[in-house]
């Protein structure tokens, strides 16, 4: 248990690095896009930028809104972390960490959470911009869940487990790419409005409601919520590199493919322009549920016929 402890101390603390250096990739990215350079003075090329501005927020004075409901105000930004962080004991590391044979249903459940902190953070702030901020994030969240769990159930139908495990395994010569293309399309889409992103940042509209839902939020709790978005950001790609892309956790390969899911979200944020509300909800409901239910179908179809060619 002890081992296991230290085990996920040094896993957390990896995360937060790699959170570190993902904002700082988007910088540069983003800087590159936009024919700008991207930071470059704190440190070699601009490499201690993000710690210069982790420093600079948890050290700034915290302001708390006399009007807040204090204790979801201080929290939510706390649990938002929190959910983040614990659901990557999900990955099947093999290092002496948890082993769960239900990775899939606990990653659900941890995104399901998510929300309520969201909502928490909104709501708690007493703020009517911050509460539709997070009303948006809500309905927005809630949309798309729907076809990330329809997804995910077609790949369970073709693995026949919850584990995380499988997906390494039966991909180990073959990648479900390959057979479900509209489906990698649909799960990129939905993580990206998952983690309210570019074009789905409707929680954080700038130009409509200030910053969303976190406007009154400032210094250390500021800091968490954006660390929490970040390491979802980093978890994400690294699902849709195991779901799609196969390999072993142990292996190089697997982590250049995990860095460059990462890229593409930069990469998008760079070109896309911010979708219209309405337009996020059609394409939720009319377009991405069709395509993930007639995929759950044939997956069960084929499935069957293979039970039955079995036997």
Request: aromatic share 18%; charged share 10%; with cysteine.
């Amino acid at each position: 248990m002890f081992i296991m402890v230290i085990n996920y101390i040094l896993l957390v603390i990896c995360v937060l690095v790699g959170v570190a250096f993902i904002t700082l990739m988007e910088r540069k990215v983003l800087g590159c896009i936009q024919i700008r350079k991207g930071p470059n003075k704190v440190g070699y090329i601009g490499i201690l930028q993000p710690f210069a501005d982790a420093i600079k927020l948890f050290t700034k004075e915290q302001t708390y809104p006399t009007m807040s409901n204090f204790m979801p105000y201080y929290m939510s930004p706390v649990f938002s972390l929190f959910i983040s962080l614990i659901v990557w004991l999900t990955m099947p590391y093999e290092l002496g960490l948890f082993t769960f044979s239900t990775g899939v249903l606990f990653f659900l459940c941890c995104t399901g959470l998510g929300v309520y902190t969201t909502m928490g953070a909104g709501w708690s702030s007493n703020s009517k911009y911050a509460l539709l901020g997070s009303l948006r994030a809500v309905a927005q969240t809630i949309s798309y869940e729907v076809s990330l769990a329809l997804i995910l159930l077609s790949f369970i139908m073709l693995v026949g487990g919850y584990n995380l495990e499988l997906f390494s395994l039966y991909q180990r010569d073959f990648w479900f790419l390959f057979i479900s293309l509209p489906l990698f399309c649909t799960w990129l889409a939905s993580c990206l409005a998952e983690t309210n992103r570019t074009p789905f940042d409707f929680a954080e509209g700038e130009s409509e409601l200030v910053s969303g839902f976190n406007t009154e939020y400032s210094s250390g709790g500021f800091a968490l919520i954006f660390l929490a978005e970040y390491s979802s950001i980093l978890f994400m790609s690294m699902l849709l590199s195991l779901f799609f892309l196969g390999g072993n956790l142990l292996s190089i390969m697997f982590y250049i493919k995990f860095v460059f899911m990462s890229f593409v979200f930069i990469w998008v944020r760079g070109t896309l322009p911010r979708f219209r509300y309405d337009k996020l909800m059609y394409l939720a409901w009319k377009s991405f549920l069709p395509v993930s239910l007639n995929y759950l179908m044939f997956f069960m179809g084929l499935k069957s016929f293979f039970s039955v060619l079995i036997m």
